[in-house]
């Protein structure tokens, strides 16, 4: 059985500031860990992923996530925000042989002018 | 390259009737999926299929059926809809062995009234 979890449903921060999303997995098995971003109204879409090669992942628009199997986390970071970043970001797990993903619940990123 | 498209956008039902969504790619991926994305509860996998001809059941499995008669094509149905239903569906598909790596359409908004 694989679980996904993010921390905080709503996160704020200004334009400029450090970009945090929490997430934390559960998994029988290696996981495959990736992150999606869906703009308002608008289907997913893969920021980045994880599939045990290096475990700083960089993606898209700026964003990497650091998968640390000790912690069972894989965070989403942006040094900086923009106000386009403002969106809705889902951590998702997969079993690598099952061909299924978990999605969390979704965090959703405000940036303030 | 259309990618994935889903077909209608907005339907409004009243309960009991019944009604078909049609997901569609022309990327020629093996793995389809249906979701469906409800307020705080990011998505939960309806049903998926790994190849044409083969459906299974994902987590939220009850009250819908699906068919992948062509590679191309995966079906949602609803046989008497519910006000539970009631939801964004979301139509994905990818690589057997890219299952991370999945390819969103730009949903469905369903009302059940």
């Known amino acids: 059985a694989q679980s996904v979890t993010q921390l905080g449903s709503h996160v704020s921060v200004s334009e400029g500031a450090l970009v945090l999303l929490r997430c934390n997995y559960s998994s029988s098995v290696p996981p495959y860990l990736f992150w999606y971003v869906q703009y308002p109204n608008q289907g997913l879409q893969l920021l980045l992923k994880?599939?045990?090669?290096?475990?700083l992942v960089k993606g898209i628009n700026g964003f990497e996530a650091e998968f640390k199997k000790s912690e069972t986390s894989f965070h989403l970071t942006k040094p900086s925000a923009h106000m386009s970043d403002a969106a809705e970001y889902f951590c998702a797990v997969s079993d690598r042989n099952a061909g299924k993903s978990t999605f969390g619940d979704g965090t959703t990123l405000t940036v303030k002018p | 390259n259309a990618g994935v498209t889903q077909t209608p956008k907005f339907r409004v039902l009243k309960t009991g009737q019944s009604m078909t969504l049609l997901c569609a790619q022309d990327m020629n991926h093996e793995y389809m999926y249906w979701y469906r994305q409800d307020p705080g509860m990011g998505l939960r996998l309806i049903h998926y299929s790994v190849g044409e001809g083969t459906t299974a059941k994902g987590e939220v499995p009850d009250g819908y059926n699906v068919s992948r008669l062509k590679k191309q094509n995966f079906l949602l149905g609803l046989e008497s809809a519910a006000p539970s239903q009631t939801s964004v569906y979301f139509c994905a598909s990818s690589y057997p062995n890219r299952v991370y790596e999945q390819y969103f359409g730009p949903g469905t908004r369903l009302t059940v009234t």
């Open positions: 994880y599939t045990s090669a290096a475990t």
